[in-house]
């Protein structure tokens, strides 16, 4: 199983980003996906996540309101879209796939990472 993080950069407070996560070696569309992010420092924390059909997303507070999440099953990929984007949301971003059960906010309960992708934004 690979997941493959794409889409970081550097980009200045209030722009926005597209992350991406194709991942290959697993029935994508049975995966619930999440994102994690991780701060120089900090503990790996959650972001954001969507059930398989892409029918649910869920957001930490932090981004809710400024953030999407959605999925391409017939690409096997998975996207987060950061819109207003602020120098605290610099941090490595990691995307996860869980099978089963539901959109979990805890690192444990995934069973696959990709390799991460840095956002840095600049004030």
Known sequence: VQLQASGGGLVQAG??????????GL???TYNMAWFRQAPGKERE?????????SSTYFVDSVKGRSTISRDNAKNTVYLQMNSLQPEDTAVYYCAARGGGIVFTTTSKYDYWGQGTKVTVSS
């Open 15 to 24: 722009g926005s980003l597209r992350l991406s996560c194709a991942a290959s």
């Open 27 to 29: 029935t994508f569309s």
């Open 46 to 54: 959650f972001v954001g996540g969507i059930n398989w059909s892409g």
